[in-house]
């Protein structure tokens, strides 16, 4: 592996923290039929931490469409080098579809505990187009299906929001 790729794989894996749920579901029958290996929900959660360093307002969206496309590019990088499509240690497409679970929502708790639970959901259930999307080549079918996934919690959460008297 070049250096190259083995800084991608790093990236994509979140520093190599998706490895250690990834590690304890080897073996299973829920990583066996990609049910769940824990990797989503640590990349996830990586994503809720970062969004804090990245900027609010107007300023967030084009900071989302480069993160976005930089996911595309380092994910395809880390596919190859890993050896198989979408593979489950590969959490950089869940950071940056939290991203867009949370855009343009205050950081505040309520709104952010809804777009990390709605964006688990729909990133599991993998509603259309996400399947579809999950078929595009390379990097771009691992971060497509999450970024969709992160429009429907988005909208999802405003929505659940709204009918609660609470924020966005």
Known sequence: MSPLDRACVAFATGMHLSYIPYRLTTGTRLL????????GLV???IGLGALFALP??????PVLAVGVAAACWTAGR?????GSHD???????EV?????AAAGMERRLVPLAAAFVL??????AKPPPCRRLEALPGGLGVVMDDVMAGVYANFAARVLLTATGQTA
């Open 78 to 82: 880390a596919d190859r080098a890993l």
């Open 32 to 39: 066996r039929e990609r049910r769940w290996s824990g990797a």
């Open 96 to 100: 940056v579809g939290f991203w867009t």
């Open 56 to 61: 609010e307002g107007g300023a967030y969206w």
């Open 87 to 93: 593979d489950p240690r590969i959490v950089i497409d």
């Open 119 to 124: 964006f688990r959901i729909f990133d599991a």
């Open 43 to 45: 990349g996830t959660a």
